[in-house]
């Protein structure tokens, strides 16, 4: 049978209460009495039922966090982000790594079955309807990359970090500057996907270059192997391409860079690549990678800011989206 907190009290000799309030570090219990509550919840193996707590405060004190399954370093930077900020605060974070597929079910689930008291969901647009139902509970929702309207948000600038990395290359001297990314999915969000995008297509415009389509490669993830794949469908339809973007982050470009060298070509020499990140390992790789750096970390940073501001302001204020700028980090690869 699991140790209860009245276990613990008849310990100590004191009230269940007083071993709530004990463990809770209250200043209206003693510093003798709290040392043998702690102790006796050492000895006694007592752990807190936070789903009873739950049902009696009607609060979890619980951030959710919710991400695709598909592994990206961007992901882990803003978990680590946001990770650290938590500490910060009264709330315990939980990671639901879920499928795309089936989004609006895991989020009606935190929802509903009251899991959380508010969530932040990294790289994906929830559906209408489940957002009409966070509104209608007033429990706070963050969006990290996306947004909605009515909803708080935090991204990056996409179509600058484009348009700098483009007109970089192009102010370099490039004539055919390729271009990679994931496939945009309305009904799913990565909407950065079309911003990237755009600014690719106004720099070239600027700098009176036209868009080729057959400069132009979809991958299905975030992986080096999708980068070497990426830069063989480049090479073996002799597009005759001398710079890539790669909008689909560093890990990708690392493996395009990994791909032109086995075959024989030079970085930078013969063939740009431009990343997206700036992951820690972007300076670490030969060459090291020129990229467009986001600030993830702070970006996981603020959006527990906005949710832990929201909640204290009772979840219904208007949706307020954080906008950060990118930069252009020149290294060796471009």
């Known amino acids: 049978m699991s140790v209860t907190i009245k276990d613990v009290a008849k310990r100590v000799g004191v009230t269940p209460t007083t071993v709530s309030m004990a463990l809770k570090n209250d200043p209206r219990i003693s510093g003798p009495t709290k040392t043998k509550v ?34 990206a370093w961007f992901k882990m930077d803003v978990l680590n ?51 009409a139902e966070f509104k209608e509970k007033g429990v706070p929702l963050v969006l990290i990359e996306d947004t909605a309207e009515g909803y708080a948000g935090v991204k990056v600038d996409n179509f600058k970090g484009a348009y700098m990395a483009t007109d970089y290359l192009a102010k370099k001297g490039k004539k055919n500057i390729g271009f990679v990314s994931m496939p945009y999915a309305e009904d799913r969000g990565g909407y950065n996907v079309i911003e990237r995008f755009e600014g690719y297509k106004k720099a070239l415009a600027d700098n009176k270059m036209d868009i080729r389509k057959r400069s132009i490669q979809e991958i299905n993830r975030y992986t080096f192997d999708d980068g070497r794949a990426a830069m063989s469908r480049f090479l073996e339809g002799k597009k005759e391409i001398d710079a890539v973007f790669c909008a689909a982050g560093d890990i990708v470009s690392m493996g395009m860079i990994k791909e032109a060298k086995s075959r024989g070509l030079k970085i930078p020499g013969d063939i740009s690549v431009v990343g997206y990140d700036d ?25 527990v800011r ?28 471009a």
């Open 38 to 71: 702690l102790d006796a919840v050492n000895e006694l193996n007592y752990y807190p039922n936070y789903i009873g707590q739950a049902l009696v405060k009607g609060k979890t004190d619980t951030i959710a966090v919710v991400s695709s399954i598909f592994f």
């Open 279 to 303: 992951i820690v390992m972007s300076e670490m790789v030969s060459p090291a990678l020129t990229t467009v750096k986001q600030p993830i970390f702070e970006m996981g940073q603020a959006a």
């Open 306 to 333: 906005m949710v832990t501001d929201s909640l204290e302001h009772g979840g219904r204020g208007p949706g307020e989206v954080v906008i950060f700028q990118p930069e252009l980090i020149i290294r060796e690869s």
């Open 81 to 131: 982000g946001i990770g650290r900020k938590i500490l910060e605060t009264k709330y315990r974070m939980n990671h639901y790594a879920i499928r795309l597929e089936t989004r609006d079910e895991e989020l009606r689930g935190i929802l509903h079955g009251k899991r959380a008291d508010a969530v932040i969901a990294i790289s994906f647009k929830p559906g209408d309807e489940v957002l």
